[in-house]
């Protein structure tokens, strides 16, 4: 089951972060980044974060499963998606632990050289 564009714009507005927060719609689902860092997933009407360090200090009862087959675990955050000021500390702290993505290469000229 997909994601509704409804559930990610609720997400969204709830970590409450402007600029710094962005999502990409992937295979029916959402990614979202915080400052260019993928913190988390919305997958099937639900929130996942990344486990991380602050995970485990900030929330260590949430519950935890992948976000869709063959994943690794993450963090089922849906209980914290009415109490906006511990998401957006989750998942800012959880950003902060994040490595930076790799730069992408250019892509390789056309051997025809058109």
């Known amino acids: 089951m997909a994601t509704d564009q409804d ?3 609720y997400v969204a507005e709830q970590v409450a972060l402007g600029d710094r927060l962005s ?7 959402y990614a979202f980044y915080v400052d260019g860092k993928v913190v988390g997933f919305a997958c099937d ?3 996942f974060l990344k486990l991380s360090a602050a995970g485990e200090a900030f929330a260590p009862a949430l519950p935890r499963k992948p976000p869709y087959p063959g994943a690794k675990d993450y963090l089922v ?3 914290l998606l009415d109490d906006s000021e511990r998401l957006q500390r989750l998942i800012l702290e959880t950003a902060a632990l994040m490595p930076m993505p790799r730069p992408r290469k250019p892509a390789a000229a056309s051997k025809s050289g058109k």
């Open 45 to 47: 009407n639900s929130f």
């Open 77 to 79: 955050a849906d209980e």
């Open 23 to 29: 999502r990409k719609r992937m295979f029916g689902e």
């Open 7 to 9: 559930f990610a714009d």
